[in-house]
């Protein structure tokens, strides 16, 4: 039986309708920026394996830490025990965090890296003697698909069948130049004003903010300027609550710098990790909190614990890669590497923007994307999905969001790999405004 078929038996993939999705590819290995299908094709990776891959994959250095890893000490229990792997990876993660976290909680997700964020944020206030039930997040917003991290999570088709299971989480407008309505360009500080409101509305009685900084990606791979994000910071102060930064997305070079809070120059109370955090090889989550934070749990009184916990805490094998992971941001200066793909995307954005059915380009640090123009009531989905096997087709993976297209190659991706895809952005592009044209010229 062929690996599709032994697939159909028994498996259950993610966000897919298993209906009618198109059959899965079955992958056989993986270098670099390429996949290897069964039947001998190379795709390159144009959206990092879902976000997540760094130095593209099977890379020797990590290799190497993950199996002396696992000949040493694969994992242990993380309640009463501790591990080189974990105590090196806090202590690195502390000297590239923004300043003031300094300390880590170890999961196993994203979202798991968010439910700790927010059970942090509302046992502080609890420990502190205050009850506050609130949390504020933002359209467009999306921190995760467990019951905590859909709450947070702007209201959409994903999260429509659990909506009565939710926690309220009041939402702002996101600063979106298309749909905030307080002002006509692309938003700065102007688009504090519903968070702004909200703050004031519910003052008191909210324990935090949670934000995806600079770039809130599944939401539409939606771009911010740094002025909201410091705005955010200051009003955050002003009104005297927490500020989440979920960087799930961002950490770790996606948006040019370490972390996106750093395009503003701010520290969050509290700060998620998880994708890039393991280069794309393993599952683990941090959550980065301040001492002003650990200290509303440090105490004698055992009620005041943070009562959180998972099995696979701190895994010595994850912990192993993420170290080896954020060496080779240095030993391979990949930052650079960032800044070289950002500077090839915005060679590309002028032209980009020229074509007819493309709007609002978004670029920032190793992300593109930009959105298709849907006409003559066409879904959405149905538009990404169309360009997604036509980039297939060409021996690319460039898995839309609705109708945004991105492109989010791992940072070892070389310059010419680079232009390739871009003159294959430009050649669907161009063909599907032909195709356009010809069905409006035979109506
Ligand atoms: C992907 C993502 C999550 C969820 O992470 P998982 O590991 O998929 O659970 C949370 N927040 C943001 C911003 C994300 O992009």
Redesign the pocket.
């Known amino acids: 039986m062929s690996l599709v078929d032994r697939d159909r038996k028994h498996l259950w993939h993610p966000y897919t309708q298993e209906k009618t999705a198109p059959l899965p590819l079955p992958i056989t290995g993986a270098k670099g920026v390429w996949l290897e299908t069964e039947d001998g094709r190379r795709l390159l990776d144009g959206v990092s394996s879902?976000?997540?891959n760094t130095h593209g994959h099977s890379h020797p250095y990590i290799n190497k830490a993950l199996s002396e890893q696992a000949g040493t000490l694969e994992h242990v229990i993380f309640a009463g025990f501790t591990h080189e792997p974990a105590i090196r990876l806090s202590e690195m993660l502390v000297e590239v965090l923004p300043e003031g976290l300094n300390r880590i909680f170890f999961s196993d997700?994203?979202?798991?890296?968010?439910e700790v964020a927010l059970k942090m944020a509302y046992q502080y206030w609890v420990n502190k003697g205050e009850e506050r039930t609130t949390f504020l997040a933002l359209e467009r917003?999306?921190?995760?698909?467990?019951i905590g991290?859909m709450s947070a999570?702007d209201a959409s088709t994903f999260t429509d069948p659990f909506k009565s299971l939710l926690f309220t989480v009041k939402k702002a407008a996101a600063p979106f130049a298309l749909e905030c309505g307080h002002c006509s360009d692309r938003c700065d500080v102007t688009c504090s004003k519903s968070l702004e409101d909200l703050l004031r509305h519910e003052r008191g009685n909210v324990a935090a903010v949670i934000v995806?900084p600079m770039l809130?990606?599944?939401g539409g791979m939606i771009v911010w300027k740094a002025a909201y994000l410091k705005r955010l910071r200051e009003l955050c102060d002003e009104y005297g609550v927490l500020l989440i930064a979920?960087?799930?997305?961002?950490g770790f070079g996606r948006t040019g710098t370490m972390f996106a809070c750093e395009h503003a120059e701010i520290s969050p109370d509290i700060l998620?990790m998880?994708?890039a955090l393991t280069a794309g090889y393993m599952?683990l989550?941090a959550t980065a909190a301040t001492d002003n934070v650990f200290e509303a749990f440090y105490h004698e009184d055992r009620l005041k614990t943070f009562f959180h916990g998972h099995s696979y805490c701190a895994n010595p094998l994850a912990c192993a890669v993420a170290i080896a992971n954020l060496e080779l941001f240095e030993k391979e200066n990949t930052l650079s590497k960032i800044a070289f793909i950002n500077s090839k995307f915005k060679g590309f954005e002028n032209e980009l923007s020229r074509f007819e059915s493309v709007r609002d380009v978004r670029i920032i640090g190793g992300v593109l994307a930009f959105e298709i123009e849907v006409r003559d009531g066409g879904y959405l989905a149905d538009i990404g999905q169309q360009f997604y096997q036509r980039f297939l087709e060409k021996k690319i993976v460039l898995r839309p969001l609705g109708n945004v297209l991105l492109f989010m190659p791992p940072y070892v991706i070389k310059e010419e790999e680079i232009d390739w895809v871009l003159d294959e952005i430009r050649s669907v592009l161009s063909a599907y405004e032909a195709t356009r044209v010809n069905s409006a010229k035979s109506i």
Do not use: R
């Open positions: 879902w976000w997540v997700n994203g979202s798991t890296a968010v917003g999306y921190h995760g698909d467990t991290a999570s995806e809130q990606g599944a979920d960087e799930v997305l961002t998620c998880s994708k599952p989550g």
